[in-house]
T-cell receptor, first 111, second 112 residues
Framework: KQEVTQIPAALSVPEGENLVLNCSFT??????LQWFRQDPGKGLTSLLL?????REQTSGRLNASLDKSSGRSTLYIAASQPGDSATYLC??????????FGGGTRLMVKP | EAQVTQNPRYLITVTGKKLTVTCSQN?????MSWYRQDPGLGLRQIYY???????DKGDVPEGYKVSRKEKRNFPLILESPSPNQTSLYFC???????????FGPGTRLTVT
């Protein structure tokens, strides 16, 4: 059974710092990996999707990488801003459209 | 506007009273699924559907039913809700398993 782990569980940084969020998964037989953002009490917003054949995806200040063989992905946020404060979730898509989520990293960016 | 809608957004009910949470998408997506989110347990898949009349169990299907009679709708049915089904529920859709999933705004359910 696929298991997804995110480290750290919580992170507090000053504004302007570059930061890295980590995601690991146990079964490398995935179709893709997706990073989401969730604000308190809100739904999920898709940030980046990396197909299993890809190594990375970029969107603005966000860059996500995927190393399928080692079961790892990282989300790099450049020049963090207070508006980036949220919980970041990674999820892997496997057989039958099963999407398995990690526990999330709660990020706080202080002004 | 392309979106996934859920109704109701908030619901407080009593044990044993049947309820349905509706989910609808206007993107002609084939894949739809339901998740529940609980503190400390994260998001877990309840059921998913790969097309009309095709549904399958996710990680936590006990106590739930679904149906997919039309492509755009995927209702979640709780025949006899219990307090342990108090949770935040999300519906999602995608064109195919290889594409990103779009999530609805969530339904916060409380069963007393």
């Amino acid at each position: 059974k696929q298991e997804v782990t995110q480290i750290p569980a919580a992170l507090s940084v000053p504004e302007g710092e570059n930061l890295v969020l980590n995601c690991s998964f146990t079964d490398s037989a995935i179709y893709n990996l997706q990073w989401f953002r969730q604000d308190p009490g809100k739904g999920l917003t898709s940030l980046l999707l990396i197909q299993s054949s890809q190594r990375e995806q970029t969107s603005g200040r966000l860059n996500a990488s995927l190393d399928k063989s080692s079961g790892r992905s990282t989300l790099y946020i450049a020049a963090s801003q207070p508006g980036d404060s949220a919980t970041y979730l990674c999820a892997v898509s496997g057989a039958g459209n099963m999407l398995t989520f990690g526990g999330g990293t709660r990020l706080m960016v202080k002004p | 506007e392309a979106q996934v809608t859920q109704n109701p957004r908030y619901l407080i009910t009593v044990t044993g009273k049947k309820l349905t949470v509706t989910c609808s998408q206007n993107m002609n997506h084939e894949y739809m699924s339901w998740y529940r989110q609980d503190p400390g347990l994260g998001l877990r898949q309840i059921y998913y559907s790969m097309n009309v009349e095709v549904t399958d169990k996710g990680d936590v299907p006990e106590g739930y039913k679904v149906s997919r009679k039309e492509k755009r709708n995927f209702p979640l049915i709780l025949e006899s809700p219990s307090p342990n089904q108090t949770s935040l529920y999300f519906c999602a859709s995608s064109p195919d398993r290889a594409y990103e999933q779009y999530f609805g705004p969530g339904t916060r359910l409380t069963v007393t």
